[in-house]
């Protein structure tokens, strides 16, 4: 895989054979694709106008026009010639800050995107289920445009205040299984019906009444088989929305298991297909980590570790070696100590190098808005030490990281500087 650099640039600094990404609603911009190579200034003049205060480009793939010798780059370049070595560090420092904080912004803009772009589809999937169906499809396609490159993604943890408990769980899921079909090779036609079921798993949950919408271990047995029947609800409008084959059965195995445990079919083994492998772990996973009541919510380590060492029988075991492996031992939202006995919270994982994940260390010296996310992998000789429970950290590191009571996930492209392999002095 090619490990693909970007970055963001000012409007200021666009030029004429520069390869943008334009990170807005696919919807949201007149182009026919969202990233592409600029190739006259009127496209130049549309990306302006779209409201954007910076774009992300790849130098790797630009061959940007230089009919002028002192453009903004170049400037910035000669300046750093003339600093102070203390200068240039607190530049450097305010440029990667900008830079992390463009990119959480992104992420956490196409995330409500998705979310209401979710709520949409609730809205017209029974009075007009075609555009309900034609809604999900262009919004998986946009997924995929994100994964499916020669650039890394990355499993991104958001701020708490990015997801509301409606739309949260069915993006995670399908954010989480869509990195996960990848990992496994899934074809492309395999990957939009992984994406279209896993936004859709759970709609039928709107059938029914709204203390049933979410499962309880208090429920009854009448509560639980009517929680149950969520199932055949989703597949019901699944079918009036013109579904494939592939998705409808995904989604009516979504709560199968591989024993015979799970239902409504109590269907097992070689009777449950591939993508619905993906969605019943990775919806258990999330069911987990995301509960109806976040009391009851265990840590992402945790609910990997209880997978694996209680509920292993019930996944396709090649299927959860991949995921765990995807993962990480420390999965986005982690809470962790690291070998120099500082705590830190883990924010990103790339499923390339899911060892060595991006953090936020606790560091009373630099307030928490101006935090720069650590990537392990650039540290010789830093690394986590163990996991903990958001409730063992001293109360200074817990304010301080800010432990999410529901996790929120989305994509994080390859976005990369190499001055970030020394930002770790920084901190």
Not at 10 to 30: A, C, K, N, T
Not at 44 to 55: A, D, P, Q, W, Y
Not at 353 to 359: A, T
Request: charged share 20%; with cysteine; hydrophobic share 40%.
């Amino acid at each position: 895989m090619t490990d693909l650099h970007t970055q963001f640039i000012e409007l200021s600094q666009l030029r004429i054979g520069m390869f943008v990404y334009l990170d807005v609603g696919w919807m949201d911009h007149p182009f026919p694709v969202s990233n592409f190579k600029i190739s006259n200034n009127a496209q130049i003049e549309t990306i302006r106008s779209l409201g954007l205060e910076r774009v992300r480009y790849a130098p790797d793939k630009s061959s940007p026009e230089t009919s002028t010798k002192t453009d903004d780059a170049q400037i910035q370049q000669e300046n750093k010639l003339i600093e102070s070595p203390g200068a240039f560090a607190a530049r450097q420092r305010r440029e990667l800050l900008a830079n992390q904080q463009a990119s959480l912004q992104v992420c956490e803009r196409q995330f409500s995107h998705a979310a209401q772009t979710f709520k949409q589809v609730t809205e017209l999937v029974h009075s007009q289920p075609a555009q309900a169906r034609e809604l999900t499809e262009q919004l998986i396609q946009g997924f995929l445009g994100e994964i499916l490159g020669e650039d890394e993604a990355a499993i991104r943890l958001l701020s708490e205040k990015a997801g509301e408990k409606t739309s949260l769980h069915s993006i995670n899921v399908t954010v989480i299984s869509l990195l996960l079909g990848r990992t496994l090779h899934l074809s492309k036609t395999d990957m939009l019906d992984l994406g279209v079921a896993t936004m859709l798993h759970d709609i039928g949950k709107m059938e029914l009444p709204d203390r049933l919408r979410w499962q309880d271990e208090h429920f009854n047995h009448a509560e639980r088989q009517l929680y149950h029947e969520h199932v055949l609800h989703s597949l019901a409008l699944a079918r009036k929305m013109g579904l494939s084959a592939n998705v409808l059965l995904a989604i009516a195995q979504h709560h199968e298991h591989a024993d015979g445990t799970g239902y409504p079919s109590h269907v097992q083994g070689d009777k449950l297909s591939a993508i619905s492998r993906i969605i019943a772990l990775v919806n258990h996973y999330d069911n987990l980590c995301n509960p109806a009541n976040p009391a009851f919510a265990i840590t992402p380590h945790e609910a990997l570790s209880q997978i694996f060492t209680q509920h292993k029988p019930r996944f396709h075991i090649p299927t959860l070696t991949a995921f765990i492996r995807m993962m990480g031992i420390y999965p986005p939202g982690s809470v962790v100590q690291l070998t120099d006995e500082r705590y830190a919270m883990v924010v990103s994982v790339n499923s390339a190098r899911p060892i060595k994940p991006k953090v936020v260390i606790h560091n009373s010296a630099v307030p928490r808005d101006e935090a720069l996310v650590i990537n392990l992998e650039h540290e010789n000789t830093l690394c986590i030490h163990r996991s903990l429970k958001p409730l063992q950290l001293p109360k200074a590191a817990y304010d301080y990281l800010s432990p999410r009571k529901r996790l929120c996930y989305f994509f994080e492209r390859g976005l990369e500087i190499e001055q970030q392999k020394e930002d770790g002095a920084a901190t």
